[in-house]
Every structure is written in structure tokens, then in C-alpha cells.
């Protein structure tokens, strides 16, 4: 499911509620807020769940800046300072980055997990854009959340 404009009320998680919110916040009657504007100590309950990505203008690719535990541990591995495009389990991620570079609104994505082998598992996820010039977004944040299932 992918929806887009996002409301409040679309959003089951507090994790994205939070995020969402605190984001409307630090934009303020921009379209976009700055990566300056984020402070991460602001909304501290999401941050093992953020996932960051630079936008290369130049090349048009898009880097890994940060990645949370939780999707560390939902891909089994950490690809902190890649290219999603080089990474053969991700690479569909690339559409969705596209996506909010030429629309520059967030969206919500919840469907399960096809880039790991625990394709099992189902997650939801906000992204957001970030803009230093108002115009073009160089700073891609999502929020992943999991539906890990219980330990028994």
C-alpha cells in the first residue's frame, strides 16, 4: 500500500505519528525543512528506526547516510555508506527514492519485507524530504517499523 498525501490519521504507529508531526513542526510554511532543522533529540523514540539517504545531484544516486538497528537487524546486515543502487536486495527502494525527489511530499508505504530473507516480515515506513534550498531535496528520512514477531 502506498499513500500519499500523507494525514495523521493514516498513521497507526507512534513511531511515524511522532515522526510525522515533529517533521510538519521543523517545516513550518516551507515545503520542505532543512537537515539543520532536524534535531534528533527531539523525537528519540524514532531514531533506531530512521533510515537517512544522501541525494547525489550530480549523479543522480542515492547514499546511505545512516541506518537504524531495527533495519539492520530486518536485513541482516548494515549497508551504512552505500549506494542503494548497488545493493541487488534494495535496488527497487530506488523507484521510491525517485519518487519523493520529483514529488517532494512524504509518503507511506506498508508491505512486506522483499529484500531480505526474512520476507516474512511485514513494515511500515514514512519518507520524508529534506531540503537546504526550499527546492531540491538533497536529504531522503524514512522511519521503518517492523512487525518482528514474538518470541516465544
Not at 505519528?17 to 516551507?30: A, D, E, P, V
Not at 530512521?50 to 542515492?62: D, K, P
Not at 509518503?107 to 522483499?114: A, P, R, S
Request: one cysteine or more; glycine letters at 4%; a negative charge.
Amino acid at each position: 500500500m502506498f499513500i500519499y498525501p500523507v494525514e495523521l490519521s493514516d498513521l497507526k504507529h507512534d513511531v511515524h505519528r511522532n515522526l510525522f508531526q515533529y517533521w510538519n513542526k521543523i517545516r513550518g510554511n516551507r515545503s520542505m525543512p532543512s537537515r539543520k532543522d532536524f534535531e534528533p533529540t527531539e523525537v528519540p523514540n524514532v531514531l533506531k528506526h530512521i533510515l537517512m539517504v544522501n541525494v547525489e545531484q550530480a549523479t543522480g544516486r542515492y547514499l546511505i547516510r545512516l541506518l537504524g538497528s531495527e533495519t539492520v537487524q530486518a536485513l541482516g546486515a548494515d549497508p551504512t555508506g552505500q549506494y542503494v543502487d548497488s545493493i541487488p536486495v534494495i535496488s527497487r527502494v530506488v523507484e521510491r527514492c525517485n519518487w519523493i525527489v520529483e514529488n517532494k511530499i512524504p509518503y507511506y508505504y506498508q508491505g512486506n519485507v522483499e529484500w531480505s530473507e526474512k520476507n516474512f516480515l511485514e513494515y511500515r515506513s514514512i519518507t520524508f524530504p529534506f531540503s537546504d534550498d526550499g527546492e531540491t531535496v538533497d536529504i531522503i528520512m524514512a522511519a521503518m517499523v517492523y512487525l518482528f514477531p514474538e518470541s516465544t
